[in-house]
């Protein structure tokens, strides 16, 4: 009776907790941060948003600067005309009409691309803060001109949730194009995921390994999902973490009594992902398929990757930017608040670890650098405030990544400008088969260009910050290089730190199948098959 009597006093407190909590944080609705919160109007002034009609000119002139691609750099002057590079070379002469901006002493580059985001979705029994306009918005105002989301499914069938996206989509500000979830397999999604390939611009299908009882599927319909890739030309994609097994760390962590953001990592560890990239490789070689392992957080992980690529295996590897930055201790900080806004998936990991991705990133081992931009404002970070299983994953990086790629790898002279180039645009542009319209300042290619000074710093906080999130992981954070001009689609968005931007402006970028990593993949199907010296013609008994 006395126990009962406890526990039943121990909840109240506990829902009055709770209740305060979520009294004391503003509703979604009412973030502190109302930039571009245009689900419904566009006309608030406060959101930097200019009508169609008022659209900056066709034509740009880019005078002075060092022009950087992924291969080559040089000191020229670029002209766009019509949302299309035009002319690159130096000493470009032009009419009164055209917009002139000096980049002497400053870099002109191709506009990142974000290989990885979750914008509006619905996750965890809740939906991420930014929605397309408003992510996309803080995107251009750093320096991100195009990114690709992960459709989810709804109950299964890609095409229903191909048709939500759309639709979610429609108040886009920049280019975007878009990966597919995979949830369930049968007949039905195989046969979709051709319509998806040949008809509505998808060559890539993630599969999860995680999420045991909502996303993740088992080893046998991963294989039969990255045999259909192969077939299809698509890029097969995992979230690698072993979900049974972080199940039960998730329950030995509650049996032990610990509840905070803390046991978010603690019940995932390093080895969970490490064993999850290992089994995810080791099926793509049996298929004999490309492998793309999306936000690696581990030394685990990445150096299971550096082996498979040392022995030939297509496999590509993407860090996010807070598992380069940051490090787990912040999961440990006494305020849930703080703690809970750093939890994602997979954890980010202890000190150690993010330095040997850097370095990673640096050698070739780790391509192309994501965000997994996921953000869930702190009133819903507090549903999992007595069970961290319940905490929305999730954190930001649509903004800040560029600078953060910019400071901790160029900065420190760990890649070189070029580099920069390659990992934060180009060789997204090219996994997914939009270079180089994409990721290039090149003759044809879209005018989707940066113009950074290297000598500029500024420092990262939610305040100043352009996503409707509360709170930033990176608050606080001063960083060196800074993005001035972001062009987009041949229009000035982000100048003078003001953002212009037009709901509705952005499109969908059809990405084809059968990239640069499928080249051969037949003459190596082939060389197996002579190797098997099989099926042994035998002698019939005579008996």
């Known amino acids: 009776m006395i126990h009962s009597m406890a526990s039943a006093f121990t909840h109240q407190l506990t829902s009055v907790a709770l ?129 690709i989301d992960f459709v989810i499914p709804i109950n299964g069938s890609l095409t229903a949730g191909f048709e939500a996206y759309e639709k979610k989509a429609k108040t886009s500000c920049m280019d975007y194009g878009f990966h597919m979830a995979i949830t369930k397999w049968d007949e039905v999604v195989s046969d979709e995921m051709e319509v998806m390939v040949k008809e509505k611009g998808i060559n890539s299908f993630k599969f999860f390994m995680a999420y045991k009882g909502s996303f993740m599927i088992n080893d046998e319909l991963l294989i039969e999902g990255f ?38 990592a603690l019940s995932r560890p390093p080895l969970l992902e490490g064993e999850a990239t290992t089994r995810a490789i080791r099926l793509a070689e049996f298929v004999n398929t490309p492998l793309y392992v999306v936000h690696v957080m581990s030394m685990d992980a990445m150096e ?22 940051l490090d787990d201790s912040w999961l440990w900080h006494s305020d849930f608040v703080t703690a809970a806004k750093y939890v994602m998936s997979p954890p980010i990991r202890a000190s150690g670890h993010n330095k040997a991705l850097q370095a990673a990133l ?20 507090a549903f999992g405030i007595n069970d961290f299983r319940k905490i929305p994953n999730g ?54 260009i940066i113009i950074l000074n290297p000598n500029s710093s500024f420092e990262i906080t939610a305040r100043s910050h352009h996503s409707r999130l509360d709170t930033n992981v990176y608050e606080g954070r001063r960083v060196k290089g800074k993005v001035e001009v972001t062009i987009t689609g041949g229009r000035v968005v982000w100048e003078n730190d003001e953002l212009k931007v037009i709901p509705g402006s952005g499109k969908y970028i059809e990405m084809r199948p059968f990239n640069y990593l499928f080249h051969g993949l037949d003459k190596a199907d082939a060389k197996y098959l002579s190797s098997l010296q099989a099926p042994v013609k035998r002698l019939k008994s005579s008996t």
């Open 227 to 264: 045999k259909r890739c192969k077939s299809l030309g698509a890029l097969a994609m995992v979230h690698a973490e072993n979900g049974d097994a972080v199940f039960e760390g998730q329950k030995r962590m509650i049996e032990l009594g610990i509840t905070g953001p803390e046991g978010h």
């Open 395 to 448: 954190v930001n990086g649509i903004e800040e990544r560029m600078h953060l790629v910019w400071d901790t790898m160029v900065e420190s002279g760990q890649i070189s400008v070029t580099d920069y180039v390659r990992v934060t645009s180009t060789e997204c542009a090219r996994i997914f088969n939009v270079y180089p319209r994409k990721g290039a300042i090149l003759v044809g290619s879209d005018a989707d």
């Open 19 to 147: 209740l305060l909590l979520l009294l004391y944080f503003p509703p979604i609705s009412e973030s502190n941060n109302l930039f571009c919160d245009a689900g419904s109007e566009y006309g608030g002034p406060q959101c930097g948003i200019q009508s169609s009609s008022s659209s900056s000119s066709s034509k740009i002139l880019i005078k002075g600067g060092t022009v950087v691609n992924a291969h080559h750099q040089q000191i020229a002057d670029v002209y766009v005309e019509d949302g299309i590079v035009v002319a690159v070379q130096p000493n470009i002469n032009v009419g009164d009409d055209v917009k002139v901006l000096d980049a002497t002493g400053k870099f002109v580059m191709p506009g990142g691309i974000d290989p990885h985001t979750h914008l509006a979705m619905e996750f965890m029994g809740s939906e991420t803060i930014d929605n397309f306009f408003s992510g996309q918005a803080a995107a251009l105002a750093g320096g991100t001109t195009m990114h």
């Open 362 to 381: 640096a050698t070739g081992i780790l391509q192309l650098v994501g965000t997994d931009h996921c953000a869930f404002n702190s009133t819903q970070k």
């Open 304 to 325: 299971e990757i550096a082996k498979a690529r040392k022995a030939g295996q297509r496999v590509i590897g993407e860090p996010v930017v807070s598992g380069l930055v």
